[in-house]
């Protein structure tokens, strides 16, 4: 191979080779970048899942330590008692609930009236709704509504009109009577008129009598402002989506159906347990078919201290292609600057092998013409690099090797001058 092919052509490799190595590189820190960021991203909904449970404990604790104070201080205890100088509680209460239920959502009879402005009904509205000061405050109430029964299931202390009067028939309230503590899933509450957790706490005194029920609407709008100031704080990155534990959509970041099921989010989960490995999943194909790579990170509620959670799953979801933008936009600058590298690289080179090859070209003429006896032949190279001192050095040897010839050709040329002068002399003598 000639010189000039070597020196492009190593000109060339050493180019491509950075390029590649830039470029096998910047692949290899987004795979880690994939990991990291999915792990951050799990990361991420594991704590926002604990703030909910966290503060879903909160409020059960408040409830419940709300309950422990009707215990003692008698007044539940006194409504009881006053119920039981009834001849027939069952019918006195059956009657009053179905004409409560009779009337429409904004009547209030005034039977409705004297439980919902009690002094009972008014220390719940101080002490333990505080509408006014979580709206103020939080823009929302946290509780939407609360309210007591006794122990025949009645309503004796109310913030609201609630649906009907009397709750002993209901699921929650026999829990709550039971067990001393009954947490609802995620539903749409008709007396409020929100979407809401109940909260139902059974009230014992101190000998473990039951005296009643206290339950508490809270409002989701509490859980769904966590994830909003988590959504903030992660600068909107990924989108947050909070399942109940069937899948159905309490809150999304995208636009959602409240109870609707979603396709995608049972998609990606079951994604993930099939594959296992990781608790989030780089999923390259939706349900549909769509080729959208996203990460995807989800984690499920464990409760928190005795409050054994509701089950939910936060979904964290993201395109990666919006999160390797960057990446993305350096590789085709990396190729850019790659192409530009080998396109100078091959300009550099030719002007280098040039540089060589012309000078070479000279002395391989110099010398050729030096072998065929031209000692006047001169190397016109005026660089001054090492081959200018060769052109230099060349010329020197020319000269030199024709003052040597000269110094040789002249006794030489002596000598046959005076070998043809004498034979004519004797020519002359003879003829003498």
Excluded at 244 to 260: A, M, N, P
Excluded at 368 to 396: C, H, P
Excluded at 404 to 412: A, C, D, E, N, T
Aim: proline share 2%; charged share 25%.
């Amino acid at each position: 191979m000639k010189i000039r092919k070597k020196i492009i052509t190593g000109f060339l490799c050493t180019a491509l080779l950075v390029g590649v190595f830039g470029y096998v590189s910047i692949g290899m820190s987004q795979k880690v970048l994939k990991e990291t960021i999915g792990q951050s991203y799990l990361v991420l909904a594991n704590n926002t899942m604990q703030t909910i449970d966290r503060q879903l404990h909160r409020m059960v604790e408040q409830i419940q330590i709300y309950s422990r104070g009707l215990a003692r201080d008698g007044e539940l205890a006194k409504l009881n008692q006053e119920f039981e100088q009834l001849e027939n509680i069952q019918q006195y209460i059956d009657l009053q609930d179905k004409a409560w239920i009779a009337e429409s959502k904004e009547t209030i009879t005034d039977f409705m009236a004297n439980i919902i402005n009690s002094e009972l009904s008014e220390e719940l509205r101080e002490e333990l709704e505080l509408r006014n000061f979580h709206e103020e405050k939080q823009g929302h109430n946290v509780f939407a509504e609360v309210f007591i029964t006794n122990k025949f299931g009645a309503n004796v202390a109310q913030t609201a009109k609630t649906s009907d009067y009397y709750q002993a028939d209901e699921q929650w309230w026999q829990d709550a009577k039971d067990n001393g503590l009954h947490i609802s899933e995620f539903h749409y509450d008709k007396s409020s008129g929100i979407y809401s957790v109940d909260v139902c706490v059974g009230i014992n005194d101190k000998e473990e009598n039951f005296l009643g029920v206290i339950k508490a609407v809270l409002n989701i709008q509490e859980v769904i402002n966590i994830l909003k100031k988590e959504e903030e704080q992660a600068g909107n990155m990924p989108d947050f989506k909070l399942l109940t534990k069937d899948k159905r959509v309490i809150y999304s970041t995208k636009e959602y159906e409240v109870f609707g099921k979603d396709s995608k989010a049972t998609f990606y989960l079951n994604k993930t347990k099939i594959e296992k490995e990781h608790p989030y999943v780089f999923a390259t194909k939706g349900p549909f078919g769509d080729e959208v790579e996203k990460i995807v990170a989800h984690v499920q509620s464990k409760g928190y201290r005795d409050f054994e959670g509701l089950g939910w799953i936060l979904m964290l979801e993201h395109e990666t292609a919006e999160v390797f933008a960057p990446i993305d936009r350096m590789k085709k600058f990396l190729l850019i600057i790659t192409t530009v590298a080998l396109t100078l690289s091959i300009a550099i080179g030719l002007f280098i092998s040039h540089s060589i090859c012309h000078p070479m070209k000279k002395l391989m003429g110099f010398a050729t013409q030096i072998g065929n006896g031209n000692l006047n032949a001169r190397v016109e190279i005026y660089s001054e690099d090492e081959f200018g001192d060769l052109a230099n050095s060349f010329n020197k040897m020319a000269q030199d090797l024709r003052m040597i010839v000269k110094f040789i050709s002249g006794p030489q040329r002596n000598n046959q001058t005076q070998t043809d002068k004498t034979p004519n002399r004797e020519k002359v003598e003879v003829k003498n």
